[in-house]
């Protein structure tokens, strides 16, 4: 959460961080701001309550030309969203300037200990206090980088920071714990910012700051320390991402062109990866360890959110084709209970950002505990990526939209790869596999099939959007993506959502079903679809409205629900991959219909990087 951005070079700064913070909006959009050092050697700074967009109207007319400066959007932690909460911060005399990405914990203790010695605070923000600790610092020091590095030193919690003071308009002081940063490296100039996006327009080639380590930025040197003054010679690494890849490429918004690309990052997730005549699959980032995954006496898929749904549905692959018992669960959860962890089990991470900051903590105190660890992570270089022993990269591209799409059936896809390749060497037989290989490369186009259905599902949304509550029913596989399906509907339309197992119904959410409730079945053509069927009728006996996701070769169903979608049929272990994707639709025609930003939903934002 919270955007990052800095340069200093020679160019003018100003357009470079605005542009650079457009591509971070996906963090926080609450508020933005930035500083720099003026023409005439003053520090100065510009900041508004609302999005990149206020900002840069703000700054219009001011003709700024600055060869130093910072920006930041911001995801409200301490402090309601406005203008003197903003970033960047700064001390007294407003030379000193920060923007701060995390939490400073212990900013209370700090703060008492400043009010004694005379500073005063403007904003109820942790980050004033730690701008004030570098300023006390640095009155004593005289050195901007050891004033930093001191200051941090006192500080508990996490931060992305960059700071920048007019008395030396050469240096930018950036540093890292728990919130990414990453360095960027051009000619006569360099950048920071809290993830590469905001940073490819200007540079491919980036520095990736790791926990407790800092850097003193000039615009020809990159000299990195750790926050206990020890020197680290960092690699520069080159970052293959396009430009297109972060566009809307003609799409009112990001979100709907991720759900389109899902035939092409479903792609891009099998590519190289399947070995079809020996029906199993090959994932380079686990070599070396496969046979130790595979004598696993016990997995557990660590997650949150979207990532977390995707995460269950792997537990019953698993469980299925390796006979493995699997545990999912939530990261928050998993790393303040005291997990009982052994060199025996392995622990799976799964994030699209690969920067949650729950997921992270809980893979550091898998790692203290000797259990194998590996990654499913869409961001590449990412911390999650980067700490895990060994991993498999999903490849969906980047996703902007705040509502996980794309990365969710990328996922679920590496799962099933994983699940292949772990059950080979268990129980599953050559000839299904050869047979989940088949289905798997299928389903690129069965996705393109379902995505003709877009105009029929936005007719349908035309019946919703008045709705205030929401239920999803599915059995075994579906469950998770009725939780999915849920959790699209909640975060971009705001409308309440529950998904629950089918048959759970019955103990408890049946009581809210009357003719104002609607409820999405996922009642694909499987082994428990009567079941689904009898469930299905109980809605109908109470008048509840009914949405029914089923085969295409389903016509009964029919008469019994009001609307139904039809898409093509797959291995149960794979319907999540279809299944979700009329719901991601659904989701987003309900929301634009009540006039939401669906890339821009209202208090979230797409990488957590505080708990
Ligand atoms: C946020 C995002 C979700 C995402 C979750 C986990 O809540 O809005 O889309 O599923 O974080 O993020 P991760 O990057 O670890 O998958």
New binding site residues.
Partial sequence: MCGIVGYIGAQNCIPMLINGLKRLEYRGYDSAGVGFINSNNEANNIKVKGKVADLEAAINGNELECRIGIGHTRWATHGIPNQINAHPHSNKENTLLLIHNGIIENYSVIKQSLLKDGYEFKSETDTEVLVNLIDKTLKKKGDLFQAVRFALNEVEGTYGIAVMHQDYPDQLVVAKNGSPLVIGIGENENFVASDVNALIAYTSKVIYLEDHEMALVTKDRVKVKTISDEKIKKEIQEVKLTLSEISKGGYDYFMLKEIMEQPESLRNSLRGRLLEKEGISKLGGLTGYIDRIALSKRIIIT???????AGLVGEYMIEQYCNIPVEVEY?SEFRYRNPILSPDDTVIF???????LD?LAALKETKRRGALTIGLV??VGSS?ARETDCGVYLHAGP?IG???TK??TS?VIVLALLTLLIGRRRITSPQDGVQIIKELKSLPEKVEEILKLNNQIEKIAENFVDADNFLYLGRGYNFPVALEGALKLK?ISYIHAEGYPAAEMKHGPIALIDENMPVVFLAPSDSVYDKVISNIEEVKARGGRLIAIASENDHKIDGLVDYSIKIPNTLRMLMPILNVIPLQLLSYHIAVKKGLNVDQPRN?????TVE
């Fill in positions: 997650a949150c959110g979207t990532s977390w749904h990261a799964i994030s699209q950002s690969g920067e949650t997921s869409n961001a999650i996703e705040v509502a996980s990365a969710f996922q975060e979230l934002a797409k990488s957590v």
